[in-house]
T-cell receptor
C-alpha cells in the first residue's frame, strides 16, 4: 500500500447516473491529483489541489466535478458521462516541489465503465 | 507549457539484455525528472528520479542520465529480467510547480 486509498475499485454506470469517486491519503501530503488513464494514452492530468492552487485541465468536460474538502480527501463527482469516459481514474498525492517526498504516490485507481 | 516526448513506445528485449528508454523535454525551467513503472493492472510507482543539478543517478540495475543542454534524459536497465516487463513513464516538472508532465509511456517486454 502507498498510503493512498481509492474507492470504489470498479464502477459501472449508465450515462444518466450520478456517482462519485473517493480518494484518501494518509501521508500528510499537501497536494492531491486526479489523472485519467485510457488505453494507448498518456496519463492525463484532470485536476490538482494544493495549498497554493487549484489547477484544472481546461479540456476536462464539466461532467467531471472535483471536490477537495481538506488536504486528505479528494472526490470526483460524475454525472451524465459518455462511453468515451470509460477509463482508469487514478488519484495521487505528493508533498510538493523541493521536498523529500515530491514524487507522486498513486492510488490503485477506479476502473470506470460507462454503458 | 512543457512537452515531454518518450521513445520508443514499445521495446522488446531478451532476458539479460539492456534496455534504454529516452525522453526529451521542452521547458528549460524543468528541474525534476521522475520515472514511474506501471505493471499490468497495478498503479504507477516511482522507480528512480533525478534533479537537474545531477547528471547521473544509479540504483542497482537502474540508472538515469540527464543532459540539460540537450534537454533529454534516459532510463537504463541492465541485466533485464521478466519482472521488469511493464509500462515505464518519464516525466518532467518545472521548479516550484506541483504538476509533472508525463511522456506517453514505453511498454517494455522482457522475453525469458
Amino acid at each position: 500500500e502507498t498510503g493512498v486509498t481509492q474507492t470504489p475499485r470498479h464502477l459501472v454506470m449508465g450515462m444518466t447516473n450520478k456517482k462519485s469517486l473517493k480518494c484518501e491519503q494518509h501521508l500528510g501530503h499537501n497536494a492531491m491529483y486526479w489523472y485519467k488513464q485510457s488505453a494507448k494514452k498518456p496519463l492525463e492530468l484532470m485536476f490538482v489541489y494544493s495549498l497554493e492552487e487549484r489547477v484544472e485541465n481546461n479540456s476536462v468536460p464539466s461532467r467531471f466535478s472535483p471536490e477537495c474538502p481538506n488536504s486528505s480527501h479528494l472526490f470526483l463527482h460524475l454525472h451524465t458521462l459518455q462511453p468515451e469516459d470509460s477509463a482508469l481514474y487514478l488519484c495521487a498525492s505528493s508533498q510538493g516541489p523541493g521536498t523529500t517526498n515530491e514524487k507522486l504516490f498513486f492510488g490503485s485507481g477506479t476502473q470506470l465503465s460507462v454503458l | 507549457g512543457e512537452n515531454v516526448e518518450q521513445h520508443p513506445s514499445t521495446l522488446s528485449v531478451q532476458e539479460g539484455d539492456s534496455a534504454v528508454i529516452k525522453c526529451t523535454y521542452s521547458d528549460s525551467a524543468s528541474n525534476y525528472f521522475p520515472w514511474y513503472k506501471q505493471e499490468l493492472g497495478k498503479r504507477p510507482q516511482l522507480i528512480i528520479d533525478i534533479r537537474s543539478n545531477v547528471g547521473e543517478k544509479k540504483d542497482q540495475r537502474i540508472a538515469v542520465t540527464l543532459n540539460k543542454t540537450a534537454k533529454h534524459f534516459s532510463l537504463h536497465i541492465t541485466e533485464t529480467q521478466p519482472e521488469d516487463s511493464a509500462v515505464y513513464f518519464c516525466a518532467a516538472r518545472k521548479g516550484g510547480s506541483y504538476i509533472p508532465t508525463f511522456g506517453r509511456g514505453t511498454s517494455l517486454i522482457v522475453h525469458p
